[in-house]
Each structure stands twice: as C-alpha cells, then as structure tokens.
C-alpha cells in the first residue's frame, strides 16, 4: 500500500461537488484527512493542509468496475456504480479505512459535504488489468504477542489506581477533587438550582444550620443532600450526629424505619467521619427490627452497606439475627427476603474482603461476588468507591501492598461469569482496576454534565480503548451498564448534527458493548439502542437496523425469544442472524433461574409449534456447527466408510 494521490479540493457547482481522477484503476484502502496548517509530509516542507471548517460530514462516492479475473473467460461488463460511504470528520488527523475487496478497482472519487477545502491524502495499490496468478507457498503462521497496556492508562499496576482519573480532571479548569465529583454524580446528585449557583460545586452542608423547633429525620436527610465540608472536625461531627441522635425516636413501623435508613444511605457516602459520628451516638439496631423493615428500607441498608464502616457495624448478632427473622418469615413478601438475604451477604462478604486484602490465602472469589453485586447499582459501587480512596484504614492497606503484576497478566477475568481467582495478585490487580475503572467513568459523568466536550473526548477515548482490552473490557462494559451511564451514552451519541469526537466515540462504545448478548438484556442499553437515529457519525445504516433487531427482541423478551430460535434460517447464517439468536439464548438463559421459568420457555416454545428447549438446542447446534466446520475446512474429505470407523474406534 502507497500513496495514491494527495490533493486539496473545493466543491463547486450548485451540488457542491469535487472530484478526484485517478490515471489508472486503483483499489483504496484508506483516506487521511489534514486540519488547516498541518504538514502532512516530513520530506516536504512546504505542502501545508487547508481543511475548513473544523468538522463536517462528507459523502465519498466511488465508481467502481469489477476486476478481470486470471482464469475468467469473458471480459466483464462494466457497470457505471457508485458505491457510497460516508465519513463524519470531527476534526484533527484522521485516517478513514476504505473496504473496497479484492474484486473491484475505481477511478473516479466524488467528494460532497458542507467543506470549503479539503486537505486528502489517498493511499492504495494501482491495480492491472489481469493480476497474475499466485502461487501458494507454505508458511508458518505468525506468532501474534499481546501489546502490554501502557502503564500511563493501566491503573492495575499502579499503587493508586486512581491517578488517572486525577489527570484527566485536573486538566479541566477549576476541576473539583475525584471523591467529591464521585459523591456529586452517583451519590447526592445535585438538583438543577444548585448546579446553576456561582459556588457550585462547593455548596456544602451547614451542620449547624438548623434550629431545634425544625429538627426532624427529613430536615436532615435533605441538608446532607450536598456534601459534608472535608475539614469539618471531628467535634463538629460528634455534635451534630449527638442533635440527631436525640430527634429520632425508635420506629413504630416500617414507615418510621424508613428515613432512618435513608439518612444512613446518605451518609455513607460523606466524609468518613460523619458515619462514625452517627454510629456512635444512634442505637443502630433499635431502628431495625424483623417487624419495622420492608423492602425499601433494607434496600437503603444495602447500599449503606457498601460502606466499610456501616458494614463492620451491622456485623452483630442481634442485626443478622433480624436478617435471618425476615427471610425465614412467611409474612415478608419474597422481594423483601430477596433484599434481606442481599445485605446479610454482604455483610459477610466485607470480612472476606477486609480479609484478603491482606491475607495471600483468602476467599477471592467470594470477594469477587461482592464487586459484582456492588457493580450493579451506582449508589452501591460509589459508596464502596469512596470507601475505597477515603478510608484511612483501608488506604493504608491498599499502600501497602506492592505492585507485582497487572491484570493483563492474568487470564481474563469475565465480570457477568463465575471466575477462579487462583492468587492474591491477581485479586489486587481486578481491585485496582475496578478502582481505576470506575473513577475514570465518574470523571466522564462529570465531563459531561458540565459540558466540556474536549475532557469528554479523552475521557471517552480511553473507555474505548479499555473496551479492546482483556480483564479491563468485563469491567467496564459492566459498569457502563448503570442506568446514569447508559443513558449518558445516548445523550453524547444523540447530538450529531456536526460530527464531535466524542460522539464518534460513544457510538463507537455502544457498538462495543451490545456484542455481549448479556449487556443487551439490560433495559438502559436497550432503550439507548432504540434511541439512535440517522444520521449517525460511526454506526452504518445496517449496522444500526442490526442494533435495533437485537435490542427490540430484548425488549419483548421471552416471546420473541422462542420465535427467532424457531425461526428457519438459511445457511450459512449471516452476522445479524447469528447475534440475534445469542441475544434469544440470553434470554432463555435468564429464565431458566427465574420460578417457573422453564414452564414458561416451554409454553412459548410449544406456541411456536417446538416440542421443547432440548430439541430446538439440537437443531441449532447442528446447523452453526456445519457454519462453524466450512470456516475452517480446506478440502473436502473422502466418504467415511462407517463400518471401518466403528472398528477403528
């Protein structure tokens, strides 16, 4: 591949057109594009791009006409085809990859789009007439070495994972620090008034504000709605949480446990030492009794739990007994004994984890059931985040442990999977990384609620890169799951009318994360799916109709599910198909654990005229089995003899 032609165009006429000739038929692979006053060549000097305005669309037509093949009999008719691409220019040096295949060659290039120049380097190979033929010579095949993840964008192998997230915020102007930017975008979440005030974001809570007469559990539950100051003393603290101790009263019912729970879910999130206060001075286990809770408040107590502190507190004999009370009583409904026996786990799980953080023998892979579950709530997994990076206790253990490896070093650890976890190194290395991960991704909720487009950019170009790598794309395709960040992505990628970066990247991590059909049974990427509309910066016109396929049988779910794995296909199947069936597996798989869910496959499985799972499984792995055995097959073998076989056998 060459370089094929170098040209600066301006479109004229009334359909503002260019275009770009080629002497002989050429096949293109790429086209780079120059911004204004760049120097697309070292050796000369003088040749300077003159590309306006900064982004644009641009349609690229190209007239192609077959290749005459070696061994064909007849010179092929040449059609007057102008096969169209489109190329959403952002800005910067960027190069486009062009796919025209091995069998057509062009010689005409029509350029059209809102530009008034534009700086092209075209590269290629100049085609023949009738390319010889090659002859076949063996080779061994090429040895492929993972490329190590820099060290500057691997928060694994540094002992504080969040140095990245740092960097990238400290180069927005008068960024605030990462645990109050994690506490304001998953946590406390700011109303509209306050993000307009001139202080923003540094309103904080004034603990001494109010007065007895209006003292109430509600009061201060919306005055810790902004973030308790970071120097705020411990004496400070220990009266405010002495106020509070006194207005509440033990709960009647669940009504009154409610808000108590609350203001604890709240607080898990502060400065450390506000929980402490708290604990100190209210009779936790007076608030909650098998009798006063019911499914919100244990589900206030769940994400409070994510708290290391709150956590250790709840460790008692008289609070797991209560846990117990409420999942072995006939009355609770089965939503409440669901959110029961969430939190006793995680109250064990903490121990576990506190364990083996230190501990080279400890249970890591019951750890690694905790980071999951945290990973499926935003309230949950920051409150665990700023447990991580502003606990004392925990910071101080986390310092201490040496960096050995990176998670690149281990074998890909599959976040939605059961994983084993076979050594303390690798352990520290996914914590490290979920650490790193997922303060990175608060930076990019910041990035975009502000609307720094530029910070939004690089953050969301180092989400994208992480996509492509082992260990890191499980974690972060699982945390980009939560509701905030889903839509995120559908808010960046929907504003396209001038191509931006960014929204090129957001397409670009849509597309990354609806290949696991897993990520596709999630309601948030679903609706993110349905949302995207053409004109769009990366995502193809048929890559978006296959989008939209898969999400919308997710949406319908187990219906729609057996109809596509009923569905007679021709093979081989085609790309779309094959995505669509493992999104309907998914799906199946889902409700296999479900009560009563293999009734109901089988009810909607009989609707469709299958006689069951086993049976529709069967037909399936035969067809893509013979789809799978072409893609590898070089000759076709000799009829087996079956009688033989059996004897050989």
Known sequence: MGLLHWCTVQPKGPDSL??????????????????????????????????????????????AHPIPQADAKEKPRVPNALVPTLIAYAGGQVEYTVDMGTEHATRLMILKGKFTKLSIAIYGDVVSDVPPKERHEARPLPSVEPVPLSKAIDPSSS??????????????????????????????????????????????????????????????????SRPVHDEVTEEELSAFAAKVAECISSPKDSNDAYPVARLFSISASQHPGLVR????????????????????????????????????????????LTLRQVQESQKAE????????????????????????????????????????????????????????????????????????????????YFRSKINLTSHDAFIALVRTLIGVASVLAVWAWTDSVGNDKSREQVS????????VDGYREIVNHLLLLRQ??????????????????????????????KDPQAVLNDDLVNTILQLK?????????????????????????????????????????????????????????????????????????????????????????GISDDLNKQFA??????????????LF
């Open 485 to 514: 960040l889903a839509r995120r992505l559908s808010w960046i990628s929907s504003d396209n009318e001038i191509p931006r970066q960014s929204g090129i990247l957001a397409e670009k991590i849509i597309c990354e994360l609806a």
């Open 334 to 413: 089965a939503p409440t004994q669901k959110a029961a026996r969430r939190l006793a786990d995680r109250i064990a799980e903490w121990q576990f984890f506190e364990d083996s953080l230190t501990n080279t023998q400890g249970d890591f892979n019951q750890c690694w059931n905790m980071l999951q579950d945290i990973g499926t709530e935003e309230s949950s997994m920051a409150i665990w985040l700023e447990t991580m990076i502003t606990h004392d206790d925990i910071v101080a253990k986390m310092a201490k442990i040496p960096v050995k490896t990176s998670l690149s070093s281990h074998f890909p650890l």
């Open 534 to 622: 053409p004109k769009l910066a990366f995502i193809t016109e048929n890559e978006l109709l296959s989008l939209r396929k898969i999400a919308l049988v997710s949406d319908d779910g187990l219906p729609s599910a057996a109809e596509e794995l009923m569905f007679s296909s021709d093979h081989p199947l085609s790309l779309r198909r094959l995505r669509t069936l493992r999104v309907s597996l998914a799906i199946v798989k889902r409700e296999l654990v479900l009560p009563k869910g293999e009734w109901k496959i089988l009810e909607s499985l009989w609707e469709e005229g299958s006689p069951g799972i086993v049976q529709c499984l069967i037909d399936l792995l035969i």
């Open 461 to 468: 170009a180092v989400i994208h890169l992480w996509q492509g």
């Open 159 to 224: 002992s504080d994972p969040t140095f990245l997230a740092k960097k990238l915020l400290a180069l927005m102007p008068d960024a605030p620090p990462l645990p109050l930017v994690i506490r304001l975008m998953f946590c406390l979440k700011p109303s509209n008034d306050d993000w307009d005030l001139p202080d923003f974001p540094y309103l904080h809570a004034d603990l001494e504000s109010l007065d007895d007469e209006e003292l109430s559990i509600e009061a201060i539950n919306d005055l810790l």
């Open 18 to 63: 260019a275009a770009v000739r080629f002497a002989v038929p050429v096949r293109i692979s790429s086209i780079c594009v120059f911004p204004a006053g760049a120097h697309p060549f070292a050796n000369a000097p003088d040749i300077v791009a003159e590309t306006e305005p900064e982004a644009f669309y641009i349609d690229v037509f190209l007239n």
């Open 277 to 320: 206060a708290l604990l100190r001075n209210m009779d936790f286990d007076s608030f909650f009794t098998a009798q006063h809770v019911d499914e919100e408040t244990l589900l206030c107590l769940l994400q409070a739990a994510s708290n290391v502190d709150i956590a250790r507190h709840m460790n008692t004999e008289t609070f797991l």
């Open 634 to 647: 070089l000759f076709p073998p000799p009829p087996m003899n079956q009688a033989v076989a059996e004897q």
